[in-house]
């Protein structure tokens, strides 16, 4: 970890007035020009990188390709937006012989697949069009009531949105997800408003098809809908696709499935039935003789918590390759050679386990944070996303994996340079518990100047803060408040048995780690322990409900889309299955259990002005969350607000907040805005 020993903090205290003209911190509107990096994709040829960035919120938020030459080390933009398209380009990959790169645009009335020739010339849509294979409007009981024609007109083909693309490794078919089109009939049932929906029920679906590249004709397989993922073997001539059940049948139980589709036979898929249903992300060996993928750890831990395992094809078995790490699988693992790459978090660091077997070590990278690792089918070279504390995201190469690295060119990601704020590593303990946080202090702050603290908590609970560069932690330190980041119980990056350490606990022992890392560092940082405030984004506004209720420390909360009532969130958001983990089963027959972990239970006790921040369109943790915590304390008479943002969904709300490229102008600009106002006026009291 990047942490600065005692003898050089003091001296820096010492000189932080001297320091203090030259500083340049991020103002709010600094924050609507920050853009994004991400996708890199090596060559074939190993010449250049294709990289995704995503214009700043103040240009719209849009994604663009952009092409990194290798040798000469610089970047040049390859796709524009047309006038008034929002998305912008994305998902970019090379086909094989580097001749062109594919990617998906939403330009017409329709997500398309585009090839953009590396010769030159305009970027051009695959004809992709399908006979739709469902119809609403010609079944039985369909409004309006439709008249059958003496002749029944022949179903034509019609352009579909394709939601992804996997172009095999020889370049002869590409592998396409595409959701069932919108009919004509169906269409006018739409304008006509007969627009029931029957909840459940749509028997639309996203399928899997394969296109030929040079005649754009599309096969349908036979791959059960609703397709998830594909991976390719390396030979190109067979696939790997994960489905999962129609109309969220996966809320009641885990039920995707894996299958092999051979690309001369797309209408005999074979099921692979060992495979649990919990599966992911998958690769093939070279030799295609096994399967890699990430399902559902073996020990009792949160759903979603993931072991990297091994499927051989010759007898079916699996064998769990990662059983017992200390530390957290995060992303789809990378064949190399016999072994496997796979990204993973270690505390506060986020790296890259070389796997041979079931044996791992972690890569060395220079950077505390990676993320996106690629190579090309050659891996004549890797390139990846680093960041650290003090290091916007930078796009690297290196020849080979542990070999010295280089930064790429690439256009910059802040209107301006900042001045880097370096992490502070805090270690602690609560009860039998190794606890980390990382704090982050303004210039000014020294034994005689003591300053403010922001505690922030983050979401999941099984997330978790790394070591990476934040540009909402720059704005806050910027005004002169320290901010600390904790990873509670709960948190990721640090084996399965801690992150399952807070079930049927939520507000207990992870309010205690918080509290007890808030004791350590005013003990020894210069913190102004009368004026502390608290701020979280869904699970972190979980936390900060319970805080409300349990605690006066903090001078203000700040909860963003919390969730505040176990039984009522579960009733009405997406993905219910994740929950009922942390209080054994439905929260009707657990009711206690649930009640327990809701900090609406603990409201009556509430005193500390509270902000909330939700979006309208939330169905993570529905906007009736917010309200409900809005309208008890408004009743008891604590000072509360409530800020509502239209369009906005749970995560797009909180990376416009945190500075990160949205489509929405001002909805981050307010919110922050909001929290420096309220963060003021209690520290002023």
């Not at 992150?499 to 049927?504: L, P, Q």
């Amino acid at each position: 970890m990047r942490t600065i020993p005692s003898c050089t903090l003091l001296a820096a205290l010492c000189l932080a007035p001297l320091a203090a003209a030259q500083n340049r911190f991020p103002s709010n509107e600094d924050l609507r020009h920050v853009r994004a990096i991400s996708q890199p994709r090596l060559s074939p040829d190993g010449r250049s990188v294709l990289v995704e960035i995503a214009d700043a919120t103040a240009d719209g938020g849009r994604g663009h390709l952009w092409l990194v030459d290798l040798a000469a080390n610089t970047a040049r933009q390859l796709t524009w937006s047309i006038p008034g398209q929002k998305q912008g380009e994305f998902g970019g990959e090379w086909l094989p012989d580097s001749s062109a790169i594919l990617f998906l645009a939403h330009r017409g009335e329709n997500t398309q697949l585009y090839e953009l020739p590396m010769s030159g010339g305009e970027a051009h849509a695959f004809d992709i069009k399908l006979v739709p294979p469902v119809d609403e409007s010609t079944e039985p009981g369909a409004i309006p009531p439709a008249t059958p024609p003496a002749t029944p007109a022949k179903p034509q083909p019609i352009e579909a949105n394709v939601s992804r693309f996997f172009i095999a490794p020889d370049g002869r078919s590409i592998a396409v997800l595409i959701r069932d089109p919108q009919t004509p009939g169906e269409k006018t049932e739409q304008t006509d408003k007969a627009d029931a929906v029957w909840v459940d029920h749509d028997p639309h679906a996203t399928r899997l098809y394969l296109l030929d590249p040079k005649t754009s004709q599309l096969t349908p397989t036979a791959v059960p809908p609703d397709v998830a993922n594909v991976v390719w073997d390396h030979q190109g001539d067979r696939l790997l696709a994960i489905a999962e059940g129609m109309n969220d049948l996966g809320d009641i139980a885990p039920d995707r499935t894996a299958w092999v589709v051979t690309a001369t036979d797309p209408a005999h898929p074979t099921q692979l039935k060992s495979i649990p249903k919990t599966i992911e992300a998958a690769v093939w060996s070279a030799d295609a003789a096994h399967i890699d993928f990430l399902a559902q750890a073996q020990a009792d831990a949160p759903p979603g918590y993931v072991d990297l395992y091994q499927y051989t094809v010759a007898d079916q078995s699996i064998h769990d390759l990662s059983a017992g790490f200390t530390g957290s699988l995060d992303g789809a693992p990378i064949a190399d050679g016999d072994n496997i790459l796979e990204p993973a978090q270690i505390g506060f660091d986020t790296t890259v386990l070389h796997f041979t077997g079931d044996r791992s070590e972690p890569l060395h990278f220079d950077t505390a944070t990676v993320s996106q690792l690629n190579t090309n089918q050659n891996h004549s070279g890797w390139v990846w996303i680093g960041s650290s504390a003090t290091q916007p995201p930078t796009l690297y190469y290196a020849d080979q994996l542990g070999h010295s690295a280089r930064a790429l060119s690439t256009p910059a990601l802040t209107p301006a340079p900042w001045t880097p704020i370096p992490s502070h590593l805090v270690t602690w303990k609560n009860g039998n518990l190794n606890l980390q946080g990382m704090l982050y202090l303004p210039p000014q702050a020294s034994a005689d100047h003591k300053v403010p603290l922001i505690v922030n908590v983050h979401g999941g609970p099984t997330g978790a803060f790394a070591d990476r560069w934040s540009p909402f932690t720059q704005f806050l330190v910027g005004h002169g408040w320290a901010v600390f980041e904790t990873n509670p119980r709960g948190s990721t990056g640090y084996g399965a048995s801690f992150a399952a350490a807070n079930k049927f606990d939520m507000g207990g022992g992870d309010l205690t780690d918080i509290m007890t890392g808030v004791d350590t560092v005013l003990a020894k940082y210069p913190l102004d322990a009368n004026k502390m405030a608290l701020i979280g984004y869904s699970y972190g506004g979980e936390m900060a409900g319970f805080m409300e209720g349990k605690t006066t420390r903090f001078k203000a909360i700040v909860a963003g889309a919390p969730v505040i009532d176990q039984e009522s969130e579960y009733g009405t958001e997406n993905g219910s299955w994740y929950d009922r983990w942390f209080y054994g089963g439905y929260p009707w027959t657990h009711s206690d259990d649930a009640w327990k972990q809701s900090a609406l239970a603990y409201a009556g006790h509430a005193k500390t002005p509270m902000l909330l921040l939700q979006g309208e369109s939330d169905r993570t943790d529905p906007l009736g969350q917010s309200e409900e915590m809005f309208r008890a304390l408004r009743q008891q008479g604590v000072p509360v607000d409530l800020i509502e943002y239209p369009r906005e969904d749970h995560g797009p709300l909180a990376i416009g907040i945190f500075g990160e490229p949205s489509p929405e102008p001002w909805h981050g600009f307010d919110g922050r805005q909001r929290i420096v106002t309220f963060f003021d006026k209690a520290f002023a009291q």
